[in-house]
């Protein structure tokens, strides 16, 4: 009974969202890196069912159970799902890892076909894409992704009183949450990288036939390696033939894809502000979780203002924004966070209170013209307050508070 060992925090913020789809028609799919807690919601999910629609008929096929090996074909899930079907109620079908089912995209669109089910699926990343979803299923689907645990969770699930400490500690832990089982780093890190080595060579390897494995290792430990970079396939390709991998900027660019289409990367384009366009190369790639980069690379020469980057970054995704980095004339700005008509200009720093460092990074932002919000995130350790129109803030103190 191991997983009674640990601590279940009710994600409030994705089980709303899986509860405000109740009574919608599409077929929702949970996504998100691995070990992120997909199959942990959907159980939260079903017990907010229980106690919402007492009568519902709730049939729940968990594929990591052995109690379903029998149902690994598409003719052999519908029949069980059928028997359990129940007239004048609200049937609700939750399938977990439903990848494991053959041919389960031909079961799923019967269900919907027939508007007798409230259809809500997980699976392993590579085998539920979004840009695969509408390939597979004939209805409408809906994607809820599922990210690690931010600073704000890591901070009720420990139930910490320092923010400061908490956040220290979430620099080096991350937001794995099953890696709050082990109690020294270097377990929590093994654990990481089984994580991850099982994300890489079984999901990508097996969706995408990968037969180049050292190379696809070599990718992925030089974007670990260089996140908030900007990389481009071609500078890529030149750097990893120059170190005996000959290799095109074809093959680079589809290692890259696999990699962020599994959640193990994003991917984060590069927006002119002036000119109000995208810009077609130089990108940048940011971790699901932070803690990744020293499971594969280890805790020695930490730059900080990069780890922070991309918690930054994470944070913005979790809170539903489009990501970009903004470029105006030779200076840049970390992030362009937008939503439907918000949008704000952020840059991220480590520490901020040396008159040059507070110049270099408020002086991209005040080249800015338009009236949208400028910020600055930084390791402050004081309350937020405004800098020739900035929002200066500090990083554990912004992670915290609700937007």
Not at 42 to 68: C, G, R, S, V
Not at 348 to 355: F, G, L, Q, R, T
Request: charged content about 25%; some cysteine.
């Amino acid at each position: 009974m191991y997983n009674n060992l640990m601590k279940v925090l009710e994600r409030q913020d994705f089980l709303q969202k899986l509860i405000n789809t109740i009574y919608t028609p599409d077929i929702k799919v949970i996504t998100g890196i691995r070990r992120s807690g997909k199959s942990k919601l959907l159980e939260m999910f079903i017990e907010n069912l229980k106690n919402q629609i007492p009568d519902a008929n709730i049939i729940h096929i968990n594929y990591n159970l052995f109690q379903f090996s029998t149902l690994k074909n598409a003719a052999a899930l519908n029949e069980y799902v059928e028997n359990l079907y129940a007239p004048n109620k609200e049937n609700f079908l939750l399938v977990d890892e439903v990848q494991l089912c053959k041919d389960f995209e031909h079961a799923v669109n019967s269900f919907h076909a027939s508007e007798k089910y409230h259809i809500y699926l997980t699976g392993s990343n590579a085998f539920l894409l979004s840009n695969d979803l509408a390939t597979l299923f004939t209805g409408r689907t809906f994607s809820i992704e599922v990210f690690p645990f931010s600073f704000k969770e890591f901070v009720a699930y420990f139930d910490c009183k320092d923010l400061q400490q908490a956040f220290d500690r979430f620099v080096m832990e991350g937001g794995m949450s099953g890696s709050y089982l082990y109690d020294s780093l270097d377990d929590k890190y093994n654990y990481l990288n089984e994580v991850f080595e099982t994300l890489i060579v079984r999901d990508i390897q097996q969706k995408y036939k990968i037969k180049n494995l050292p190379l696809l290792d070599m990718l992925n430990d030089f974007l670990v390696d260089n996140i908030s970079s900007e990389i481009s396939a071609r500078s890529l390709a030149k750097t990893l033939t120059s170190k005996g991998s000959k290799v095109d900027d074809k093959t680079v660019s589809s290692y890259v894809k696999y990699l962020c289409a599994s959640f193990a990367f994003y991917k984060i384009r590069r927006y002119d502000i002036k000119g109000k366009k995208y810009l077609a190369s130089q990108d940048k790639y940011y971790l699901a979780d932070h803690s990744f980069k020293y499971a594969k690379l280890g805790t020695k020469n930490l730059d900080y203002g990069r780890i922070y980057e991309n918690i930054v970054c994470i944070e913005l995704l979790r809170r539903g924004y489009e990501v970009y980095t903004g470029v105006l004339y030779q200076k840049e700005i970390d992030f362009v966070a937008v939503k439907r008509n918000e949008k704000i200009y952020i840059q991220v720093s480590d520490d901020i209170s040396p008159a040059d460092t507070m110049g270099r990074e408020s002086s991209p932002l005040l080249s800015i013209k338009d009236a949208y919000p400028k910020m600055i995130i930084a390791r402050t350790k004081h309350p937020a307050y405004q800098y020739e129109g900035i929002a200066v803030w500090d990083i554990a103190e912004w992670l915290i508070c609700s937007t």
